[in-house]
């Protein structure tokens, strides 16, 4: 069935989460020379990304692993999540074709965007990519109470698109969270492969591309 309405993912989605993370830990790391020697620069930020998890991670268990693997970085559990929550967004960089993507899509299907992420965190980054004014039905996990692939957080944005979750495609990059999630609900999806081979215990996606610029080719 042809979808009539898509649900977006943020964060790596069509949000360059990865590139803006990797901009944080050089910031983090100039400015913390005690805790991260620059003999040492490349294993460290290795650690960091490993721990990070694609930030699939837990943020209350990163923030406590951070800390812990480098004892003598000067910042608690507690204030490395707040660095992190001020710093991360101004990191974000608009991305090519990101918007005229939105655009299109939005001028011949109902949109919304589904997101795991504290408010405060994913409506900067969202304002940071230039796309705060395209996409005004934003379910956030911070918002809903429910972090996909809880249905709670779907069933939200259905009910404000007002369509059955078989008219629905839902496009993420997390074949847990986003592929799996959407199953669950009786909606069709696309993942965002960013070249990553799909996980074989799991159901596979209805569409895969390489690269969120690729939807329009199966949306048309």
């Known amino acids: 069935?042809?979808?009539?309405?898509?649900?977006?993912?943020?964060?790596?989605?069509?949000?360059?989460?990865?590139?803006?993370?990797?901009?944080?830990?050089?910031?983090?790391?100039?400015?913390?020379?005690?805790?991260?020697?620059?003999?040492?620069?490349?294993?460290?930020?290795?650690?960091?990304?490993?721990?990070?998890?694609?930030?699939?991670?837990?943020?209350?268990?990163?923030?406590?692993?951070?800390?812990?693997?480098?004892?003598?970085?000067?910042?608690?559990?507690?204030?490395?999540?707040?660095?992190?929550?001020?710093?991360?967004?101004?990191?974000?960089?608009?991305?090519?074709?990101?918007?005229?993507?939105?655009?299109?899509?939005?001028?011949?299907?109902?949109?919304?965007?589904?997101?795991?992420g504290s408010s405060r965190m994913q409506r900067a980054k969202l304002a940071r990519a230039g796309l705060e004014d395209v996409l005004p039905d934003v379910f956030l996990s911070g918002e809903v109470g429910a972090s996909k692939p809880d249905p709670r957080i779907f069933a939200a944005a259905l009910a404000r698109v007002g369509h059955a979750p078989g008219e629905v495609l839902h496009v993420g990059d997390d074949p847990v969270r986003d592929i799996a999630g959407a199953a669950l609900m009786g909606m069709s999806s696309c993942w965002i492969s960013g070249g990553r081979d799909w996980p074989g215990e799991l159901p596979p996606p209805t569409f895969t591309v390489s690269r969120v610029e690729a939807l329009t080719q199966v949306l048309s």
Do not use: C
Not at 11 to 19: E, F, M, P, S, V
């Open 1 to 116: 069935m042809r979808p009539r309405a898509v649900f977006f993912d943020l964060d790596d989605t069509l949000i360059d989460r990865a590139g803006a993370f990797a901009r944080y830990l050089e910031d983090l790391l100039s400015r913390h020379p005690a805790a991260f020697p620059p003999e040492r620069r490349n294993e460290d930020v290795a650690t960091l990304h490993a721990l990070d998890g694609r930030g699939y991670t837990d943020r209350t268990l990163f923030f406590r692993q951070v800390p812990l693997a480098f004892p003598r970085l000067s910042l608690s559990a507690e204030a490395l999540w707040e660095d992190f929550a001020h710093r991360l967004p101004s990191f974000i960089q608009p991305q090519p074709g990101i918007r005229a993507l939105v655009e299109w899509v939005k001028a011949r299907f109902t949109v919304a965007v589904v997101s795991n």
